[in-house]
């Protein structure tokens, strides 16, 4: 072997070298493995014939040339390790790593299966999905979400008093949504339903954050985390459409009517299984794929500024007024959302300590645009709603609404002093993460006690 | 002298799989043995080498595996296929022709008589 004076030391500078080459993803831990020993093959000779070990070294090293040289070539042959492969590959990790990542894999097919049956528990009870939507629309997130939040628990090693409090807040939500008779047409039932899925999602959050329950970073972890499983929840729906259609095409053809298994079995149970698997999807690429949300909020903040400026622009031109119909409200709550996930998903991406450039100032451009509209309907809309009374439909609308104003006004008037170089960028940030209880408190107020307060309409 | 890139690479495919049909071997000591015989004339890098022998594999013409012979490293040994000795005949042929077409342009119809006796093995 090597000379006996230094051994460590070569030791040591051999470690070096093989940290500096794993970096590479061109090369493989194998590849490593086999250029090391030509490395060593190299220095026995250099020391052999007279060479001190660590000039041996050098001498070795400067011989294999320039690493780029070399994973070029590596390239070349490789080409598919330049496409970084998100899972299932299985092959040439470490094997720590790998034993984790499998018993990931087996955990969330677990939990993606549980959460798929879930769905077609009531079945056993003479609920079906098609009948009892009054029963079903409020206890969706119910029967899947709780999965999702196991899938993140187990992943994060959660205290046993952070599961009970997960389990205490799906029990909650389970009462909220069976202790109140709402009729199937009432309006209360139709808004339980979307803010107790919205509330619920926030449970998951707890799950999610729960190594760390008040740091931002991990809250802003999870507003990343929602943006990217929403993406790849859609793309999952995409390619399930495409299957849905061939298999209806192809039973069709044999005289076999696939329908009733479709609309039973394949979509509510896939969609619940999805909601899982998408989860596991963004757990398992962290840092291996560019997030796909930031990038597309780049596309769509100034394609939405124009529309938002014209908007404008339009309304003054004409002259006429916005025409509020029942619709209007939620139409401009969503615009706000959208303001507001366009905000914060340039934020998760953005590097903190960077200088304010061209694009903060189009979203300053984009939040207050979004500012004056929602003003307008609002100073429309309240006088409607002195006049006519309220409906849990217009009081939630408009809670919604002044929530999402708060939020997008401060975070314009920071906004500003960011782009005037007064405050830092995190002081956004920051502002974004502490006000996400609030949606979440929000939500379950809603849930809770809207109902009794307007009398279960 | 340098023997020109694309020289270097065409010829390099022979080369290896002639020096694996000798004997399994791995990466520095084929190395060590191109450089041997050719005089230190041939300088292959590790960019060279590697990725070619990983392009072998994958084609099917050379199996590796990792082994600890007696005494040494453990070490990527590789190994010739049958279809990888097919292969090595292939060229083998097609290196002949180019190399004894050369040889009649160069030296002429008249001498090379006595050159086409030089063994095979001397060509790789």
């Known amino acids: 072997m090597t000379a006996a004076d230094g051994p460590n030391e070569l030791e040591a500078q051999f470690a070096q070298w093989r940290q500096y080459v794993q970096r590479r993803r061109e090369l493989r831990p194998s590849d490593t493995e086999e250029l090391e020993d030509h490395l060593r093959g190299s220095v026995d000779e250099l020391v052999a014939v007279g060479l001190r070990p660590d000039e041996a070294f050098l001498v070795a090293v400067k011989r294999m040339g320039s690493l780029d040289d070399l994973s070029r070539e590596f390239a070349l042959e490789h080409s598919e390790r330049l496409w970084k492969q998100l899972v299932l590959s299985g092959d040439t990790v470490g094997s720590v790593a790998q034993t984790r990542s499998r018993r990931d894999l087996l955990i969330m097919v677990g939990c993606a299966a549980g959460a798929a049956l879930s769905v077609k528990v009531p079945e056993l009870f003479g609920m079906s999905l098609s009948k009892n939507a009054a029963f079903y629309g409020p206890n969706v997130g119910l029967f899947v979400l709780p999965w999702l939040a196991a899938f993140l628990a187990w992943r994060r090693r959660a205290s046993l008093a952070v599961i009970g409090v997960l389990v205490a807040l799906f029990a909650l939500g389970a009462v909220a949504a069976n202790v109140y008779a709402l009729a199937e047409n009432s309006q209360s039932v139709v808004l339980t339903a979307i803010h107790l899925v919205i509330a619920l999602w926030f449970v998951v959050g707890l799950a999610y954050v729960c190594d760390d329950l008040r740091s931002s970073r991990r809250r802003m972890d999870f507003i990343r985390f929602t943006g990217e499983w929403f993406v790849y929840f859609v793309l999952i729906a995409l390619g399930g459409v495409v299957l849905v259609a061939f298999m209806y095409g192809t039973f069709n053809a044999i005289g076999v009517e696939p329908e009733t298994f479709i609309r039973g079995w394949l979509l509510p149970c896939g969609a619940a299984g999805a909601v899982v698997v998408a989860a596991w999807l963004v757990e398992a690429k962290q840092g291996v794929v560019e997030n796909i949300a930031p990038v597309l909020t780049r596309l769509f903040t100034p394609l939405f500024t124009a529309v938002l400026l014209a908007f404008l622009a339009a309304f003054v031109v004409s002259n006429k007024g916005i025409d509020i119909e029942r619709q209007a409200l939620i139409l401009f709550n969503l615009l706000l959302v959208v303001v507001l996930g366009l905000l914060l998903y340039s934020i998760s991406a953005r590097e903190p300590l960077a200088p304010p450039g061209l694009f903060d100032n189009l979203q300053l451009a984009l939040v207050v645009s979004a500012l004056a509209i929602d003003v307008l309907v609002l100073v429309e809309i309240t006088g409607r709603i002195s006049e006519f009374g309220t409906t849990p439909n217009r009081a939630s609308a408009l809670g919604e609404n002044v929530i999402l104003l708060a939020n997008l006004a401060w975070s314009a008037w920071l906004l500003l002093g960011f782009v005037r170089r007064r405050r830092p960028f995190a002081a956004l940030e920051r502002w974004q993460t502490d006000y996400l209880p609030v949606y979440a408190v929000w939500a379950w107020l809603v849930v809770l006690v809207f109902p009794p307060l307007f009398n279960y309409r | ?124």
């Open chain 2, 1 to 124: 002298m340098r023997v020109a890139k694309d020289l270097v690479a065409a010829s390099a495919t022979p080369m290896v799989l002639g020096i694996l049909a000798e004997g399994d071997s791995y990466g520095y000591a084929i190395l060590r043995r191109i450089n041997e015989l050719s005089g230190g004339e041939l300088d292959w890098t590790e960019g060279l080498l590697y990725p070619l022998l990983h392009r072998l594999e994958r084609l099917g013409h050379v199996e590796s595996d990792w082994q600890a012979v007696a005494g040494e490293r453990r070490r990527k040994y590789y190994r010739i296929t049958t279809q990888g000795l097919d292969e090595l005949a292939e060229q083998r042929r097609q290196w002949t022709t180019v190399v004894d077409t050369l040889k009649e342009i160069w030296l002429g119809p008249g001498d090379s008589q006595p050159l086409t006796a030089i063994p095979l093995g001397g060509l790789a």
